[in-house]
């Protein structure tokens, strides 16, 4: 139904920023919120952040001041910028998108932090 493609991943040093993009594409219509997770090696997928379609959005706290989500409804596409990246932050990074109850994953996109 929707299938959703991460890029923009990379190496950064602490400190530095990255852009992530989201773009959406098959049945896009009615994607009330789209998101983005993240996974740490050996850890469960956790929240990062998110945003509705009337533009509110929210972050996990680790994360708020430093990460901002956007969309762009006219592209199908979400993105996160990442500043004041840390090594904490390492991990693969995945968007969602919720349509009519269902929720669908991308294939990630792996962020990784020097110290």
């Known amino acids: 139904q929707v299938q959703l493609v991460e890029s923009g991943g990379g190496l950064v040093q602490a400190g530095g920023s990255l852009r992530l993009s989201c773009a959406a594409s098959g049945s896009i219509f009615r994607i009330n919120i789209m998101g983005w997770y993240r996974q740490p090696p050996g850890k469960q997928r956790e929240l990062v952040a998110i945003?509705?379609?009337?533009?509110?959005?929210n972050y996990a706290d680790y994360v708020k001041g430093r990460f901002t989500i956007s969309r762009d409804n006219a592209k199908n596409t979400v993105y996160l910028q990442m500043n004041s990246l840390k090594p904490e932050d390492i991990g693969v990074y995945y968007c969602s998108a919720a349509q009519r109850g269902n929720l669908y994953w991308g294939q990630g996109t792996q962020v990784t932090v020097s110290s």
């Open positions: 945003i509705h379609n009337s533009g509110s959005t």
